[in-house]
């Protein structure tokens, strides 16, 4: 998001705050309004308040016992997404973090999905943050989250989504889940 901000015209620093999941802004006033930024903001799937002491991460997901989901990457470790497809069923690698807004309403899809979907296999990986061995070892040119890396039932069929296109989601893992 930070990022994001910085090349927004009268910005003239951003960053973010992890510990405290607030935004902190420079600009100047006769560019942009504090409305606008709020409103792009918005835009880019996340919930602005004005002033200090306001932040907070959405709870996070939880996931059924009965779902096949597992971490792969808890810390920020690299991954060997390889090693961790599963036969038989379309396999979701899903890079988020827990200061990622869009990231929850992706897993909130893929809960619904997963209901009533047991060909589906969920690994999650937590990026932290951009400096991570995971971030450096995928997300160099994706810039942003969520990220899923998608692989068909026989895993020879990769998809990337980048971003809350929760709709993309839906259709591929049904084109995928239908596929022989």
Same mark, same amino acid.
């Given at each position: 998001?930070? &990022?994001?901000?910085?090349?927004?015209?009268?910005?003239?620093?951003? @960053?973010?705050?992890?510990?405290?999941?607030?935004?902190?802004?420079?600009?100047?006033? =006769?560019?942009?309004?504090?409305?606008?930024?709020?409103?792009?903001? @918005? #835009?880019?799937?996340?919930?602005?308040?004005?002033? *200090?002491?306001?932040?907070?991460?959405?709870?996070?997901?939880?996931?059924? *016992?009965?779902?096949?989901?597992?971490?792969?990457?808890? =810390?920020?470790?690299?991954?060997?997404?390889?090693?961790?497809?599963?036969?038989?069923?379309?396999?979701?690698?899903?890079?988020?973090? =827990?200061?990622?807004? *869009?990231?929850?309403?992706?897993?909130?899809?893929?809960?619904?999905?997963?209901? @009533?979907?047991?060909?589906?296999?969920?690994?999650?990986?937590?990026?932290?943050?951009?400096?991570?061995?995971?971030?450096?070892?995928?997300? @160099?040119?994706?810039?942003?989250?969520?990220?899923?890396?998608?692989?068909?039932?026989?895993?020879?069929?990769?998809?990337?989504?980048?971003?809350?296109?929760?709709?993309?989601? &839906?259709?591929?893992? =049904?084109?995928?889940?239908?596929? #022989?």
């Amino acid at each position: 998001m930070a &990022r994001v901000l910085k090349t927004e015209n009268g910005v003239t620093q951003a @960053s973010f705050e992890k510990n405290k999941a607030e935004l902190n802004i420079k600009y100047n006033p =006769k560019l942009i309004t504090v409305d606008q930024m709020i409103q792009r903001v @918005s #835009q880019l799937g996340f919930v602005a308040l004005k002033g *200090p002491g306001k932040g907070a991460y959405l709870p996070p997901v939880k996931f059924l *016992p009965s779902m096949d989901v597992k971490w792969v990457s808890k =810390k920020g470790e690299a991954v060997n997404m390889k090693q961790h497809l599963v036969a038989g069923k379309v396999t979701v690698f899903d890079f988020s973090a =827990k200061w990622c807004g *869009p990231c929850k309403d992706v897993d909130r899809a893929l809960f619904t999905w997963l209901k @009533s979907h047991n060909n589906v296999a969920l690994r999650k990986i937590n990026v932290v943050d951009w400096s991570t061995p995971v971030a450096k070892q995928f997300l @160099s040119t994706i810039g942003q989250l969520p990220y899923l890396v998608i692989y068909g039932k026989k895993g020879k069929t990769r998809v990337e989504i980048v971003g809350n296109k929760l709709d993309e989601i &839906r259709e591929t893992l =049904k084109r995928l889940g239908q596929a #022989q």
